[in-house]
C-alpha cells in the first residue's frame, strides 16, 4: 500500500502561486489515480483535482480551473498541484489522495469522490492572505 506525504504549503499573498507535492513510498504512484482535496476552517473536504494514471485524464474542480495545475514526474514519484493566482479563499489544509487504478478506469466521477480513496496524506496548509 503506497504511502502519501506532502509538502509545499505556506503563507503566500493573493495573486501568488505556490506548487504543492505529492511524494509515494511503499509503491509507484504511476499505479494510483491520484487526487487533490482541500478542508477550510469550518467547512466540508472539497475535491480539487484528479488525476488518473495517465496525466491525458486530468480534472479540475471548477473554482481552481485555469489557475491549478495537476501532473505527475513518476521519476521522483511525485504528484504535483501547481496553483497560480492564489485568491484568499484557496486557503485550507491540502490532502492528496491514491487509489489503485490498474484498469485505467479514471473519470472525472471516480476521481472526485473521497469514498474511492484507499490512502490519504497528512495534509500540508496553504494561507493566502496580505
Known amino acids: 500500500q503506497v504511502q502519501l506525504v506532502e509538502s509545499g504549503g505556506g503563507l503566500v499573498q493573493p495573486g501568488r502561486s505556490l506548487r504543492l507535492a505529492c511524494v509515494g513510498s511503499?509503491?509507484?504512484?504511476?499505479?494510483?489515480?491520484v487526487g487533490w482535496f482541500r478542508q477550510a476552517p469550518g467547512k466540508e473536504r472539497e475535491w480539487v483535482s484528479g488525476?488518473?494514471?495517465?496525466?491525458?485524464?486530468?480534472y479540475y474542480h471548477r473554482s481552481v480551473q485555469g489557475r491549478f495545475a495537476i501532473s505527475r514526474d513518476n521519476s521522483k514519484n511525485t504528484v504535483y498541484l501547481q496553483m497560480n493566482r492564489l485568491k484568499p479563499e484557496d486557503t485550507a489544509v491540502y490532502y492528496c489522495?491514491?487509489?489503485?487504478?490498474?484498469?485505467?478506469?479514471?473519470?472525472?466521477?471516480?476521481?472526485?469522490?473521497?469514498?474511492?480513496?484507499?490512502?490519504w496524506g497528512q495534509g500540508t496548509l496553504v494561507t493566502v492572505s496580505s
Open positions: 489522495a491514491a487509489r489503485a487504478d490498474p484498469w485505467h478506469t479514471s473519470t472525472e466521477i471516480t476521481l472526485s469522490d473521497p469514498n474511492l480513496y484507499d490512502t
Open positions: 488525476c488518473g494514471t495517465s496525466v491525458d485524464f486530468t
Open positions: 511503499g509503491g509507484m504512484l504511476d499505479d494510483y489515480a
